[in-house]
């Protein structure tokens, strides 16, 4: 249907630099890939956009949106180079959804990027990485799209493609009065659960009749009494795309017919059996509802020869091909779509363009996928979600046919044309600089095999050649430079994969194929390649591949010494074993005739998971046994008495399942018991458990009627209380786990049982709890929590608990219900103080930031002439004056940052960061810290109570830093403006004081990286500051939450000896990862060769928070005595991520 119009851009990997996984090199970010051999684009996902991804290419593969969207042009809409200019009127949304359309059709790229657009709504990056239900964005994004283009041409874009009315009647059996309510809607919604199809759910939903009688009579206004009645939805009118069978398909027996065959195997049915499915389906036969108007159905089929197929007697009927694909829907599931190209708009996929095919596009990826997959794929639980229509009876131009360009506005194709031309000339340059890569060759006469490994004979530098290759070469072609490079080497020549395992090196497989290129041999960049004749290494013949791993294996044995064997005294010693070898091996290896063999793989000997291996599993081997390199096995002689096995451990038998629950007793009710061991099992309904736990705590029979059992987690915190009716299973309850019998009834199916608590530094056990409606308003229930607290006035809202227990966003939507909020049972609430900011305004915490340097003093070059302490009669020394610096910041503060909390602020989303600094220096604290203009403050946001981020232009409005909601800012002094291009990097430097271990006071130093993260580069840029040879300084970052310093090499400890070449690390990246605002420490070797950059004051620090550690340690090993076993029944449910409602900002445009 649509064709060749479709193109995609490259799903780049991520840069994020604390990603998990194989460590990928730069080069293979450099440039986005070109589409596939489908042609057709996918779209990149940002994180958690699938929904949003989705919906856009629905939209992009619907010519009448797409088309009237450009018919839209820049006199109109604007322009996105205006946005900026306050007087422009710019309609973001519409311009960016035309963009992002052009790339898919015209931009050779794999897959386009929603970044651009996403912005346009405004959302976040945290926005950006929720997942949300897509039906929410399509109602949501339309209406963003009908504020958009207010006073344009396409102000009823929407209305004229997907509007219509449903038209509710209601007629009085008695007088025959129909009572009718017309309704708007944009899309429908059918029930699908136990129905057929979907065109079942639609026949049940908007064509068959509801009758009121019995019990459910209908009031009649005329007649003024109880009465029966039918009621029935009718579509007044059609929609252009969106279109679901209405009443004239029902009069339309080609449209029964059809619906009826393609639910039909083959989509063919006897023409006996079509006509009762006929009757089943309307509820008449043939005969009586169209034999007048169209005559016998047999005839009816043959006079349809073009959609209908009859058998040569004319006993059976089947649907024409091509019928039965035009009469497919568009599918949408929340992930996928499955669109179709026809025949004569089709792109060219593996050289045909005859016949129609159907496509899979999931995101980034796009694939053909056959109609047998598609069923499959959407059925049972898999089945689409929302479904788009468009009507058949639309055509597309001759011109449109096979023409991306159609209709596009003459600005986007000169855009589209230029990028398609750079990304040509670029991955030409790309293509020439990036298809070599490293090969690592051991020579197999500078090896010999030693301890069950390979080995080199003399140094790793002799025994090791690196090479570099073309990947796009075959393996003959490797094979043949190898040997121009081994001029001595005679004899056969055999080239094998070989790996570095913890016992050596061990090779895998053999590459023999000579005409398969190095990429599809997939040989990987730093690969090891074996070089040897393929027999034997050093006279020793060599077993190859994975089923032979060698495996390092730690074997605790008693001393082979009399004395000391009958001491018993264990020794531990690495052994080196095959994979595929018989654990009985071990006997052979240790000389040893017999005995018992026990194994462990948690590589500890303390550890509570020893196995005995049974006599006749000694013929099993090390990998079937689950041994893998560090696995730790115990020989224990055959008569000995006693056990070799270290006091903690215990014999696993897999019987000792735990078949009970500890209930205690928490009514405050004096009783002869405190708890009790209950026995039960999964299926154990929670009443029984509570009845009998009521029985033997000698409680009063009148609890079975107000208490109820609630979960104990392992810092002894009470849960939320577990339904009467449940099945432990369903509750979620583990045997083994423990139970409190509380006074109070559980909250019933329409209650929620919530946790609240006042400020946003919650400690675990503070909170209170309170039972509610799930249809109570957010309003409401802060009422009723603040009536509970004794807090007076209504300056208070409510943020969610998420899950690491931190305040998450306000909630902002105080008349809607817990329910429509998502908030569930056990949750916890928390009261904040402050009334919520209007909308399009952020409320800001505003901070003054002093840096502190890592000896432990602050600095004095841009300090404010006095501190509020200072103001209330001064402070003693420095620590006492950072502490005064905290009174009044919400949280906990590091000591090593000085931050003074000035107070909130109300500010514009549009307003620039100078009104920011403005509206900051209007606070009273500023005037006592005679805080100077705002060109002269510095702006950070807060970040776990310390400077994170720098916001570097003052012009620049607060929503294009995406702030968020909870952002905090500090302000620092400065002495002088400053001006930091975006390449600039902000640096507090120290020069470290020769023979003594602190540094002078820290000095600002701003390092251009427009030539790159270089090591080099930075130790240029302090040698310059400092005016000091580069050679004779020594620098380090600090690392003030380890109090640590990390030094940062010269280019002489950088050179890797094989390679002979420098390797150009970014300091951006591990373990760096150098940043604005980083501390780092300097060393004037004229007069400093001391190899320590610490100072006392981290000494200090270190020994901290090792006493810190040990205390958490012993916290956790109380806690583990008592829930030891409960914690071994199963891991504790993964808390739920706090919810977020969907949104997309929109200007005014009227």
């Known amino acids: 249907m649509f064709g060749d119009l479709f193109e995609e851009d490259y799903s780049s990997v991520s840069n994020n630099q604390y990603g998990k996984g194989k460590k990928l090199k730069t080069k293979a970010l450099a440039l986005p890939a070109p589409r596939e051999f489908t042609n057709l684009s996918g779209i990149r996902n940002q994180g958690g956009t699938c929904y949003l991804n989705s919906l856009l290419q629905t939209l992009h593969f619907t010519p009448e949106f797409r088309e009237a ?253 091509d019928q039965s694909l035009q009469a497919e829907p568009n599918f949408q599931s929340h992930e996928q779509q499955i669109f179709q190209t026809l025949a004569a708009e089709s792109p060219e996929l593996n050289g045909s363009t005859a016949c129609p095919h159907w496509f899979d596009i999931n995101d980034s990826e796009v694939q053909p996928i056959k109609e047998k997959d598609i069923e499959q794929q959407f059925q049972g639980k898999e089945s689409a979600y929302m479904l788009f229509y468009r009507k058949s009876q639309l055509q597309r131009p001759p011109e449109a046919l096979a023409n991306p360009r159609y209709r596009i506005p003459g600005h986007l194709l000169k855009e589209m044309d230029a990028a398609n031309i750079e990304l040509q000339m670029k991955r030409a340059e790309w293509d020439s600089a990036n298809n070599n890569f490293e090969l690592h060759l051991h020579l197999g006469p500078h090896y010999h095999f030693f301890n069950g490994a390979l080995h080199p004979v003399t140094s790793q530098t002799e025994s090791v050649w690196d090479l570099t290759f073309d990947k796009r070469k075959t393996l003959g072609d490797l094979r043949q430079s190898i040997f121009q490079l081994l001029e001595f080497w005679e004899g056969d020549m055999v080239l094998s994969v070989a790996k570095h395992v913890p016992a050596g090196l061990h090779i895998y497989h053999t590459l023999d194929e000579d005409a398969l290129t190095l990429r599809e041999a997939e040989l990987a960049d730093g690969e090891d390649i074996f070089v040897w004749n393929g027999v034997e290494v050093g006279g020793v013949k060599i077993q190859t591949g994975i089923d032979c791993e060698p495996l390092l294996l730690n074997v605790l044995h008693l001393e082979s010494s009399g004395q000391a064997q009958k001491s018993g005294q264990l020794v531990e010693s690495p052994h080196v074993f095959p994979a595929n070898a018989e654990v009985g091996t071990v006997f052979t290896a240790l000389a040893i ?13 303390g550890e509570k998971n020893w196995t005995t291996i049974a006599q006749e599993d000694m013929k099993k081997t090390f990998r079937e046994q689950g041994l893998r390199n560090g696995s730790l096995v115990l020989v224990q002689p055959p008569d000995s008495e006693n056990s070799l096995l270290p006091k903690q451990g215990k014999w696993i038998t897999g019987m000792n399942e735990i078949s009970w629950l500890q209930v205690k007793n928490l009514c405050q009710i004096e009783s002869g018991e405190k708890d009790v061991k209950i026995s039960a099992t999964v299926n154990t309904v929670v009443f029984d458990i509570r009845i009998k736990a009521i029985k033997e705590l000698n409680l009063m029979k009148e609890l079975a009627e107000n208490s109820c059992l609630r979960p104990i987690d392992r810092n002894g915190k009470l849960l939320c209380p577990v339904p009467d009716s449940s099945t432990l299973k369903e509750a979620e309850v583990k045997m083994g786990s423990s139970l409190g019998l509380c006074l109070g009834k559980a909250p019933t199916s329409s209650q929620l049982f919530l946790f609240f608590a006042l400020g946003t530094d919650v400690q675990t056990g503070t909170e209170m709890e309170i039972i509610v409606e799930e249809t109570l308003s957010l309003r409401d229930c802060l009422k009723i929590m603040l009536e509970k607290s004794g807090l007076p006035g209504d300056a208070w809202h409510l943020r969610k608990m998420d899950w690491c227990y931190e305040a998450g966003e306000p909630l902002c939507e105080e008349d809607a219900t817990l329910q429509e909020l998502m908030i569930c049972s056990g949750d916890t609430l928390v009261i904040v103080e402050g009334k919520l900011p209007r909308p399009g305004f952020l409320k800001v915490p505003i901070w003054w930031y002093q840096p502190w340097s890592p000896s432990g003093h602050r600095e004095s070059r841009d300090q404010p002439s006095r501190t509020p302490s200072q103001g209330g009669g001064g402070a003693a020394n420095a620590q006492d004056t950072q502490l005064c610096l905290f009174e009044g910041a919400p949280g906990h ?79 620092e002094p400065l002495q002088k403006e400053e001006n930091l291009g975006p390449q600039d990097v902000l640096l507090r430097t120290q020069m470290r004081i020769p023979g003594e271990r602190a540094y002078a006071p820290a000095v600002d130093l701003v390092w251009d990286t427009a030539r790159g993260w270089t090591a080099g580069s930075l130790r240029q840029r302090v040698a310059d500051f400092y005016s000091l040879p580069v050679e004779k300084i020594e620098i380090a970052k600090y690392f003030p939450d380890r109090f640590e310093w990390l030094p940062i090499p010269s280019w002489n400890q950088q050179i890797n000896k094989r390679k002979k070449k420098k390797k150009q690390d970014s300091l951006q990246g591990a373990p760096h990862y150098m940043k604005d605002g980083d501390t780092v420490g300097i060393k004037n070797l004229l007069v400093d060769d001391d190899d320590d950059f610490s100072t006392v004051r981290d000494d200090a620090g270190k020994e901290k928070q090792k006493q810190l550690l040990r205390g958490k340690k012993s916290s956790r090993e109380a806690l583990g005595i008592q829930s030891s076993d409960v914690s071994s029944a199963g891991s504790p449910a993964r808390p739920r991520k706090s919810e977020a409602s969907l949104s997309i900002h929109v200007g005014s445009f009227r």
């Not at 029902?250 to 009826?260: E, G, R, S």
């Not at 036969?285 to 169209?294: E, F, I, Q």
């Not at 005037?927 to 002269?936: I, K, N």
């Open 593 to 605: 005739p017999e005995g018992i063999i026990l194994i462990n793989s948690a590589e500890s000997a």
């Open 893 to 971: 503060v590091p000591a090593e940052v000085s931050l003074l909390y000035l107070g909130d602020i109300e500010i514009s989303e549009d307003a620039a960061l100078a009104d920011l600094k403005s509206q900051a220096r209007a606070l009273p604290p500023c005037s006592e810290l005679a805080a100077p203009a705002p060109a002269l403050l510095r702006a950070w946001t807060v970040e776990s109570r310390r400077p994170g981020r720098l916001l570097r232009t003052d012009r620049l409005q607060l929503k294009e830093y995406k702030l968020g909601r909870r952002a905090e800012i500090c302000l």
């Open 69 to 321: 969207l450009f018919s839209l042009g820049p006199e109109e809409l604007g322009s996105l180079e205006d946005k900026d200019k306050p007087e422009a009127k710019v309609r973001v949304i519409p311009l960016q959804l035309q963009r992002l359309f052009a790339q898919l059709l015209l931009l050779d790229q794999e897959a386009a990027s929603t970044a651009d657009l996403t912005c346009s709504f405004g959302w976040t990056d945290d926005e950006e990485m929720r997942q949300h239900d897509v039906q929410e964005l399509n109602r949501i994004l339309f209406s963003a799209l009908e504020t958009s283009l207010v006073g344009t041409s396409g102000h009823d874009l929407i209305r004229r493609l997907y509007h219509g009315t449903i038209v509710n009647q209601i007629v009085c059996k008695e007088c025959g009065n129909t009572s009718e309510k017309q309704e708007d809607f944009l899309d429908l919604t059918v029930a699908v659960k136990n129905v057929l199809g979907l065109e079942d759910a639609l026949w049940n939903m908007y064509v068959e009749e509801e009758v009121f009688d019995c019990d459910n009579l209908y009031h009649c206004g005329t007649c003024d009494r109880l009465v029966q009645a039918t009621k029935e939805e009718k579509r007044k009118q059609d929609m252009n795309l969106k279109a679901l069978q209405n009443e004239e398909d029902i009069d339309d027996p080609l449209m029964i017919l059809k619906a009826i065959l393609l639910q039909e195997e083959n989509n063919l049915i006897p023409v006996d059996l079509l006509g009762q499915k006929l009757l089943k389906k309307i509820g008449i036969s043939w005969n009586k509802k169209y034999r007048k108007l169209h005559g016998p159905l047999r005839k009816f089929l043959q006079l349809h020869s073009q959609i209908f197929l009859l058998s040569s007697d004319g006993s059976s009927v089947s649907l024409l091909k």
